[in-house]
C-alpha cells in the first residue's frame, strides 16, 4: 500500500526545490541509516558487475544503506549486493508500478523488505524528465556517489552533476579507459576520485555506529578474542565477518578494522 511521507527528509534540503509530494510503500526506519548512492550504466561490463555487487554488500555488511533507482543494469546489482532489507530505491513512476518489468520481483522484495520512494502518486507512468528527477533524489539522499560505469551523455553523468553542485564526494572503480568514458573528463580534473583498493575504500568510510549499536558479534569481537574462540561460538559467521573485512587475525587475535 502506498502512503505519503508526512515529514520532511533532511537529506532533501540539497535540492533545487523541495519535492511537493513523497510518497513510500516499506520500512521508513531505513532513511535514519547512513547511505551511500550508486548508479551506472544499464549495460553493465562483468567487471563492473562483480565490483558493484562486492561494493554493496560490503558497505552493507557495515549497516550502511544502499541507495539506488531501481534500472537495470548497475542500479539492479547494488539493490542486489546490499539485500532487500538494507536498501533504498527512489522510483520514477507511481509505486504501484514495477518497472521496468524485468525489476519486478526485485523491486517487490524491496517494497516488502527495504524502502520504496517516489514524487509520483500510483498509476503514475515514468517519463523522461521523471527519470532525471529521480536521478537527483538518489544523489541528494545520500553523504556519497559511487558512478561504477558511465557512458557519454548518460543519466550517470546527470547524476555526477547533481553530486557537484551538492559538494558529494565522488567515486569510480578502476577502469581500462574505453570502458568509463563518459567518467575520464571528471576524473582527470580531480572531480571523481578512483578506488583502486576495494577494502581500503570500504574501510575509509566512517560509519555511524555507536557502542550501543546491538551487534553482538561486532562488540564481542572488539574484546580481541582468539581467532578459535571466535569460530567456536559464532562459526560460519566469524568467516562471514572476516570476508568481509570488519575484522583481521594478529598473531591469533582477532581485531577489529576500525
Do not use: W
Amino acid at each position: 500500500m502506498t502512503n505519503k511521507i508526512e515529514f520532511k527528509i533532511n537529506e532533501f534540503k540539497n535540492l533545487n526545490k523541495y519535492p511537493k509530494d513523497l510518497f513510500y510503500r516499506g520500512n521508513l526506519d531505513l532513511l535514519k541509516k547512513q547511505k551511500v548512492s550508486i548508479v551506472g550504466t544499464r549495460k553493465p561490463i562483468s567487471y563492473t558487475k562483480n565490483l558493484t555487487y562486492t561494493i554493496s554488500s560490503l558497505l552493507s555488511t557495515r549497516d550502511i544503506c544502499i541507495v539506488s533507482g531501481g534500472a537495470m543494469g548497475v542500479d539492479a546489482i547494488a539493490h542486489q549486493g546490499a539485500k532487500s532489507n538494507n536498501t533504498i530505491c527512489i522510483l520514477a513512476n507511481g509505486l504501484n508500478i514495477k518497472y521496468p518489468k524485468v525489476n519486478k520481483n526485485l523491486l517487490t522484495s524491496i517494497e516488502n523488505k527495504g524502502l520504496l520512494l517516489s514524487t509520483y502518486k500510483d498509476d503514475t507512468l515514468a517519463t523522461k524528465y521523471s527519470f532525471v528527477l529521480r536521478n537527483e533524489l538518489v544523489v541528494a539522499l545520500s553523504d556519497i556517489l559511487i558512478i561504477m560505469q558511465a557512458d557519454q551523455n548518460s543519466g550517470s553523468i546527470r547524476s555526477l552533476e547533481y553530486a557537484l553542485k551538492m559538494n558529494k564526494k565522488v567515486y569510480t572503480i578502476a577502469h581500462r579507459i574505453e570502458d568509463n568514458k563518459g567518467l575520464i573528463p571528471y576524473i582527470k580534473k580531480g572531480l571523481v576520485e578512483v578506488i583502486y583498493d576495494i577494502n581500503e575504500f570500504i574501510n575509509s568510510i566512517k560509519t555511524n555506529k555507536n557502542e550501543n549499536d546491538d551487534d553482538e558479534i561486532l562488540n564481542y569481537l572488539k574484546t580481541n578474542p582468539s581467532y578459535e574462540e571466535a569460530i567456536f561460538k559464532y562459526q560460519d559467521k566469524i568467516f562471514e565477518y572476516e570476508l568481509n573485512c570488519i575484522f583481521k587475525v594478529e598473531n591469533g587475535i582477532c581485531k577489529v578494522i576500525y
